[in-house]
């Protein structure tokens, strides 16, 4: 009794300076989508995770460049002046002037070879001695082709840093999705425990409103004589240890709040995070009814880390395959045709001897006589050819196929952990589910239970048939049914967001979805 007495002391004691320190904030009201929404918005882990699909997105184009056309542009005049050795060559100083001019295209193409297009044209003035056609002017149209046969050859090949590219930019999108699939999850945690925590303490407040009751209703009875006065002590005691239980409750609400404020990361939205969260969702009573091989389907073709485990699967056998093909002998085909064309301004000799040096007249020729039958294909030149090469480091290139299949294979017993443990995750996630909504029914049943035997007890109280002891037990009684039956629900509810989670559903749920841009 002694202990009681010093409990209410305490306890009436701490009650105003918890209630002074809880001053009334400005309340706010939030749904579970908003919540959401907001912490999306300012989770810094999604900010930067949203960087790394632009990063993976810009990888693929560079590597998707190399099929694209290379233009090459050269122009080059060049001017010489050398002493002469010879009257013959000239009378005082050799003189030169040149000009070139080329331009070409380079595209490589799928098979793993290269189509070049090439127009180059020159221009060549001296004044060197018996010449016969100064300046000349030359220009060849040149087409080339190569091809390797084993070791590079094919598509799969020539690819392959593209292939590479674009699966790390899938497994970069499953990443950012996995972070937003926890994100939401830890978002629905926090939401279910602060309306948990909420309603735990306004079932606290019932509680102790009934000991309340009960215990004016024992001080009216003693100032008539209708019971002795020491039963009002048994009230007062279950008043200050329900007392206590409120501020537990209330210290429950605030480290909710706070939680749920960080998770969200409210103060990124602006402005003050010094207000009453007050969640406007209720949590669903709905069952759920989902068989385990649906459940396993949906999982197998939405979980982000199945997805990310099969890409990055997809580049290890891309590179066992690109190790063993260079093993490969380096067997290449080379064939190129080109057409020359040459003009210029043609000197006439006397007796048509350029040694008598006596120049009795010209005709004239332009550059674009020589581009004409260049373009025309006047002259024929072709080539063609194998080059084989078997380099020593082809024992290196077979260790390091060694080492890609064995990732390779790694990898697949990876993968298939990975499932098993999946496949363990989804039946504990459907059982949760299952068999949390069995508890709620049950709960809820027990509850009712014991609102009518309280009800019931309250009655035979009123004629004297029972205690103020039995009738305080079955509050207690009662008040542990709505909590049970409370936590059974907010389970329930967490248990449907882990499901969804662990499906790889959560976001499609929620109607969330991330776009390119």
């Known amino acids: ?11 009436t004691g701490l009650l105003p300076m918890a209630l002074a320190a809880a001053e009334k904030k400005p309340a706010r009201s939030f749904s579970l989508q908003e919540c959401i929404a907001i912490a999306l918005r300012n989770n810094l882990g999604i900010q930067s995770a949203l960087l790394n699909p632009e990063l993976a997105k810009t990888s693929l184009a560079w590597a998707e460049e190399k099929f694209l056309p290379r233009f090459s542009l050269s122009i080059n005049r060049q001017s010489t002046s050398s002493a002469s050795y010879s009257w013959i060559e000239a009378a005082e100083k050799v003189t030169s002037t040149s000009s070139d ?25 001296s004044n060197r001695s018996f010449q016969t056609i100064n300046p000349r002017y030359g220009s060849t149209l040149a087409l080339s082709f190569s091809q390797p046969l084993l070791r590079n050859f094919g598509p799969k090949m020539s690819r392959r840093d593209i292939v590479i590219a674009q699966n790390n930019k899938d497994i970069s999108e499953s990443q950012l999705t996995s972070i937003l699939l926890d994100t939401v999850f830890s978002v629905e945690q926090a939401y279910w425990n602060l309306v948990y925590a909420i309603e735990t303490l306004k079932v606290k407040e019932q509680s102790i409103a009934l000991a309340r009751d009960l215990l004016a209703k024992n001080k009216r009875e003693a100032e008539i004589g209708m019971i002795a006065p020491i039963e009002i002590l048994s009230a007062e005691a279950e008043v200050a240890t329900r007392e206590a239980d409120i501020l537990q409750a209330e210290i429950a609400v605030a480290n909710g709040e706070d939680l749920l404020k960080t998770v969200i990361n409210i103060q990124g939205e602006g402005g003050t995070a010094d207000f009453q969260m007050i969640p406007s969702d209720e949590p669903t009573k709905e069952a759920r009814e989902i068989s385990l091989e649906e459940a ?9 880390d199945l997805e990310i485990s099969r890409l990055a699967l997809k580049i290890k056998e891309l590179n066992v395959a690109y190790a063993k093909n260079q093993v490969l002998p380096d067997l290449n085909l080379y064939a190129s045709y080109w057409s020359p064309g040459i003009s210029g301004t043609q000197i006439l000799y006397q007796d048509n001897n350029p040694l008598t040096g006596i120049v009795t007249g010209t005709v004239p020729g332009g550059a674009g006589d020589a581009l004409r039958d260049a373009i025309g294909l006047k002259y024929d030149n072709w080539s063609f050819g194998l080059q084989l090469s078997i380099p020593v480091s082809s024992l290196t290139s077979r260790a390091q196929y060694r080492y890609y299949k064995t990732t390779y294979d790694q990898s697949l017993v990876e993968l298939a952990a990975l499932e098993q443990r999946i ?20 709960y809820q049943a027990a509850r009712e239970l014991a609102e009518n035997k309280l009800a019931a007890e309250e009655k035979k109280l009123k004629v004297g048939l029972t205690t103020n002891y039995v009738v305080l037990q079955y509050q207690r009684d009662l008040a542990d049914a709505r909590t049970a039956e409370l936590k059974a629900l907010i389970d329930y509810n967490l248990a449907l967001a882990y499901l969804e989670k662990s499906l790889g559903t959560g976001l499609k749920a929620k109607n969330i979805r991330f776009s390119e841009g």
Not at 1 to 11: A, C, D, P, Q, S
Not at 296 to 304: D, G, I, Q, S
Not at 423 to 442: D, G, K, M, S, W
């Open 1 to 11: 009794m002694r202990n009681k007495r010093i409990l209410v002391i305490v306890v």
């Open 101 to 125: 001019f080329s331009t070409s295209v380079w595209q490589a193409i799928p098979s793993g070879g290269s189509l070049s297009l090439s127009l180059s044209s020159y221009k060549s003035e």
């Open 296 to 304: 396993l389907k949906t999982a197998v073709a939405n979980r982000p």
């Open 423 to 442: 496949f363990l995750e989804i039946r504990t996630a459907v059982r949760a589910v299952q068999t949390n909504y069995r508890r709620v029914l049950a």
